[in-house]
């Protein structure tokens, strides 16, 4: 018998939301503060969570020519199983949290519900790919889609494939969004994300603080 410190439960936190919402500014400010209270946080991201999720990733982003909806799904999905098995697993088995930026509720809203292929057989292919493995928190950073728009022109000037889509089409992930969380509200937290970011992360951390049973 050793007197070694149990091993703490691995947690998954994912953050999805529309472009420019603000996820990787408060998954980094999560981070910091889950160092503050002794735990190992895995930071990442779908898609591109992994070196050939990066090929992945400029694939579906960068593509010049056309791509049919439904490959481009079946390539978030690969990103997505070899980022769960290589990546997300092996942290949560070590104990480990693990904040994600994007993860299976993504493409449920943009290939499901905005490009037309259906929220349920996205999210059975998706679940298929992760081998089931399902977030114990999603943080949805909720925004008008044109304010998040010019928030994007603003901090970057282009946009990439799927940001270069209509308005009506991020109109419809973002309902997609909210639908999704008003279904599951155990599993999600909506933040206004024109909310004061520092608001916006104490909020964040008061939930996670619960997740975990430490204080925020
Ligand atoms: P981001 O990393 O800047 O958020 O860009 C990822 C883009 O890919 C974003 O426009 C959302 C889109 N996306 C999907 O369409 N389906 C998915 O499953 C994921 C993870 C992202």
Known sequence: MTDAAPVPLGRFITFEGGDGAGKT?????????LQTVGR????TREPGGTELGGRIREMVLHERGHIAPR???????????HHVETLVRPAL???DVVVQDRYIDSSVAYQGAARGLGADHIRSVSDWAADGLVP???VLLDLDVAVGRARVAAARGVFDRLEAEASTFHETVRQSFLGMAGAEPDRFLV????AVPDDIADRIRTRVGVLLGVAA
């Open 40 to 43: 190992t946080v895995v930071r």
């Open 71 to 81: 490959a481009e799904a079946l390539l978030y999905a690969a990103d997505r199983a």
């Open 136 to 138: 114990d928190l999603t």
């Open 191 to 194: 933040v206004d994300a024109t």
């Open 93 to 95: 088995d070590r104990g």
């Open 25 to 33: 500014t408060q998954a980094a400010r999560l981070e910091e503060w």
